[in-house]
């Protein structure tokens, strides 16, 4: 572990960012960046005419949910099965400008009721993601099946040379019920998190 220190010069006009990495290929645990840099432009203008600039600013990677609460379908003391419903449209925003990728994981806790509790391990989810248009990364959903305690990956983009865009990510939700288990409302809380 260390650092480097050193002047690199920028001759292409056009470089829209600068990143640091070991190895061959851009790496989260082993890249920097993108670092705040100025091209300086010397050159001349002619007579008459006006040099005009701007500056695109890096933002942030965030994510919003349409709601906070999911009411999962009813099923019947004695027979049991799958309780359906869907999750609240989770909004994931990459407005870094950056070669990083993300990725949204999500994990359940046990559902809990009158004197019983079901299992974190019976809730699956089918994921499904768009991008928005113009987006440079392309989502991908995760795998259906079990969400669980240890969690499971709902969404993600992978590195590139320039990462960003906006998406939406859904998930059909299946809770798959014991036929005994005793009458009652049980609650889960599912967090979902955005690296």
Same mark, same amino acid.
Do not use: H
């Given at each position: 572990?260390?650092?480097?220190?050193?002047?690199?010069?920028?001759?292409?006009?056009?470089?829209?960012?600068?990143?640091?990495?070991?190895?061959?290929?851009?790496?989260?645990?082993?890249?920097?960046?993108?670092?705040?840099?100025?091209?300086?432009?010397?050159?001349?203008?002619?007579?008459? !005419?006006?040099?005009?600039?701007?500056?695109? =600013? /890096? *933002?942030?990677? @965030?994510?919003? &949910? #349409? %709601?906070?609460?999911?009411?999962?379908?009813?099923?019947?003391?004695?027979?049991?099965?799958?309780?359906?419903?869907?999750?609240?449209?989770?909004?994931?925003?990459?407005?870094?400008?950056?070669?990083?990728?993300?990725?949204?994981?999500?994990?359940?806790?046990?559902?809990?009721?009158?004197?019983?509790?079901?299992?974190?391990?019976?809730? !699956?989810?089918?994921?499904?993601?768009?991008? =928005? /248009? *113009?987006?440079? @990364?392309?989502? &991908? #959903? %995760?795998?259906?099946?079990?969400?669980?305690?240890?969690?499971?990956?709902?969404?993600?983009?992978?590195?590139?040379?320039?990462?960003?865009?906006?998406?939406?990510?859904?998930?059909?939700?299946?809770?798959?019920?014991?036929?005994?288990?005793?009458?009652?409302?049980?609650?889960?809380?599912?967090?979902?998190?955005?690296?």
């Amino acid at each position: 572990q260390g650092s480097i220190n050193g002047t690199l010069a920028v001759n292409d006009k056009t470089t829209t960012g600068v990143v640091a990495y070991e190895g061959a290929s851009w790496s989260d645990t082993k890249g920097a960046g993108p670092a705040a840099y100025v091209v300086v432009d010397d050159t001349p203008i002619p007579a008459g !005419s006006q040099k005009l600039t701007t500056t695109v =600013k /890096a *933002g942030t990677l @965030s994510m919003s &949910q #349409a %709601g906070d609460a999911v009411q999962l379908s009813a099923v019947d003391f004695g027979k049991g099965g799958a309780s359906t419903g869907a999750l609240r449209t989770v909004t994931v925003k990459d407005f870094r400008g950056g070669p990083a990728g993300w990725s949204l994981t999500g994990k359940v806790t046990d559902f809990t009721g009158p004197g019983a509790k079901i299992d974190a391990g019976k809730l !699956s989810w089918t994921p499904a993601c768009a991008t =928005k /248009a *113009g987006s440079p @990364s392309t989502c &991908q #959903a %995760g795998s259906s099946g079990a969400v669980g305690g240890a969690g499971a990956t709902l969404a993600s983009t992978p590195n590139g040379t320039l990462t960003g865009g906006e998406f939406t990510v859904d998930a059909g939700l299946s809770l798959d019920v014991p036929a005994f288990t005793p009458p009652g409302s049980y609650s889960g809380v599912l967090t979902l998190t955005l690296t």
